[in-house]
């Protein structure tokens, strides 16, 4: 049997495991993504990034034009609508989250829209470059042994036919919904495993004439029911159609082909030709693993949350998961912080999924509220003739509105996209509407975005290794700062490294000149320094707390010649 040993191996290449691999090839750690899979699977999956997915893109140094180049226009995937279907009457309309020039204020990125194959060609050829980390298809994980210090993976090169036994510090099962890391660890996945049934119909067709000036990234149709739901990729090519059902009353294998296409025809109210591509099962659950961690074992993405689709967070928590444990194990395997650090993974990262899957299914419920304004309920079929009278009811108008309207942090949660925050202000925030969010300069908050007089971020100020000290302008000539400190880090001083385009940066943040804040790779603030004597005590134990910096950290942070707080 072939041996291999590398520090990381992950489980799953898709968008969080080469994601992962990327993470871990910019700080210098070898890492191997194994895919049984010899291609990419067909099917669209997840549509959105949010901005924080697509600051971790940037950070992560993707070629962010090519993703911008492969999302859907923003005049096409702006809005939601609520209809009979998609040739009747439109019931009523939102924004999809906030995609408007607004929300530049809170992050260079505004939310695109992007077939999920499409997001990882962009991935897959960035890792193609990659000289420590490499995704190796049809390479299929069959379980492990856990070892004192390692993890002992036995797989199969199904390109081969080889046996392999791989051997790594750590192992991350990036994995999917059914992750088999998952289950050979023993970790449990906590809530409820099903909620509801659908069968997606992947089908391709231009429907742009029908769609004409309504486009959408999504289409809730209810003359067909309660559990309806056009996806538009594509307007003009790739389409998804969602249809609830009933296991008890109806068998999966009733959705032939026959059946799909009536289906569609339904949904789109016109004989359209159409190109089936795919039929499969979907079983929406709001589960999060009761671990995320178990000995040198790591869960990331679906394989530590199953969120149902409402609200887009799937995916998108998985990138920040994968980002939250690269910087950490990397930490570790440079000898920037004690194993200890990797603990501090799951307690952050769960709560968030917690929170996100509360959410979801909160807003996979609301849609019921539009349903009843309808005289639906769930398992009835509905006839169209009679939705679509009531659609255009005078009397059912402000009934119809107000439902909409609660639909409303269903596709609008920058909150929880941008405002969580780690530690002992994790709940800060927790009793604002979802959408609303207020960057914070405290413990645990995202480091907030501000537009530099370069034109770039603030955040493209933090290092991807070790810590960062981004501190106000008399920071430099502050005499109680020097090498005893016993912080070694990344230092960015305001007018001296980084101006911003308007203002002052120590006033934003609302910090004296003669202070500072440290930050976490992933951007987030570690400690807030007021400047003093007293507090630049308090950072250094914060600091030594956090890491628990062998001490062989000073020797890699020097050979990185990052500069001491002076």
């Known amino acids: 049997m072939k041996e291999i040993e590398v520090p990381v191996l992950i489980v799953g290449g898709g968008p969080v495991g080469m994601m992962g691999a990327l993470l871990f ?11 049984r899979y010899a291609s990419r699977l067909g099917a669209p999956k997840a549509h959105a990034l949010n901005s924080r997915s697509l600051e971790i893109c940037n950070a992560a140094g993707l070629p962010m034009r090519d ?14 609508r609520f209809m009979t279907n998609l040739s009747g009457t439109e019931i009523g309309s939102l924004p999809y989250e906030r995609q408007d020039d607004g929300v530049l204020e809170f992050t260079p990125w505004k939310l695109v829209n992007i077939q999920q194959p499409d997001f990882e060609v962009v991935l897959e050829r960035e890792l193609k470059g990659a000289k420590k980390a490499r995704l ?22 199904h390109a081969t036919g080889e046996d392999l036994r791989v051997r790594s510090r750590y192992l991350i ?9 998952r289950d050979a660890s023993g970790i449990k996945m906590l809530g409820p495993e099903a909620l509801a049934h659908y069968a997606t119909i992947h089908f391709e067709a231009d429907l742009s004439a029908i769609v004409k000036d309504r486009p959408a990234i999504l289409y809730f149709l209810f003359g067909l029911g309660l559990g309806s739901t056009l996806i538009a990729y594509d307007i003009h090519k790739t389409w998804v159609m969602m249809q609830v059902y009933d296991p008890g009353t109806t068998s999966f294998s009733e ?13 789109v109210g016109a004989d359209v030709d159409i190109d089936l591509k795919g039929i499969g099962p979907w079983t929406m659950s709001g589960q999060v693993a009761s671990a995320y961690k178990s000995r040198n074992v790591f869960l990331a993405g679906d394989a530590a949350h199953r969120f149902p689709p409402s609200g887009g967070l799937g995916l998108n928590t998985g990138l920040a998961d994968i980002e939250n444990l690269a910087w ?7 000898g920037e912080a004690a194993e200890q650090l990797l603990d501090t993974y799951g307690s952050e990262r769960q709560r968030i999924a917690l929170t996100n899957t509360n959410q979801s299914i909160a807003n996979s419920m609301q849609m019921r509220k539009l349903a009843r304004a309808l005289n639906l309920e769930v398992g009835e079929k509905a006839d169209l003739a009679t939705i679509e009278a009531l659609a255009n009811d005078p009397a059912k108008r402000a009934e119809l509105d107000e439902a909409v309207a609660a639909q409303r942090d269903h596709f609008d949660s920058l909150r929880l996209q941008l405002g969580y925050i780690y530690g002992e202000n994790g709940g800060l925030d927790e009793t604002l509407p979802v959408s609303v969010y207020k960057p914070h ?22 290092a991807p290794v070790g810590v960062t000290l981004i501190a106000g302008p008399k920071v430099a000539n502050a005499a109680y700062l020097g090498d005893d400190t016993g912080i070694n880090a990344s230092v960015q001083i305001e007018g001296r490294d980084f101006n911003l385009a308007s203002g002052s940066w120590s006033e934003t943040m609302d910090i004296p000149a003669s202070g500072a804040v440290l930050v ?8 807030v320094w007021d400047g003093t004597p007293d507090g630049l005590t308090r950072m250094r134990e914060v600091h030594s707390g956090y890491f628990s910096m062998p001490e062989k950290a000073l020797a890699v942070a020097g050979s990185e010649k990052q500069a001491s707080i002076r």
């Open 25 to 35: 090839e910019q700080r210098g750690v070898e890492a191997l993504v194994a895919e």
């Open 67 to 80: 993703v911008i180049d492969f999302a859907t226009p923003t005049e096409e995937g702006a809005n939601v």
């Open 136 to 157: 190796q298809r049809e390479l299929e994980w069959l379980g492990c042994d856990a070892v004192t210090d390692s993890v002992v993976s036995y797989l199969r090169d």
């Open 173 to 181: 099962a990036a994995d999917g919904a059914g992750s088999g890391v």
């Open 255 to 267: 959705f032939d082909e026959a059946t799909c296409r009536g289906l569609v025809r339904k949904a």
């Open 328 to 334: 950490k194990i990397a930490a570790v395997e440079r």
């Open 441 to 462: 300069c405290i413990a645990g908050a995202y480091l907030p975005h501000q537009v530099l007089s370069n034109g770039g971020s603030t955040l493209g100020l933090v």
């Open 520 to 527: 976490r790779p992933d951007r987030h603030i570690l400690f």
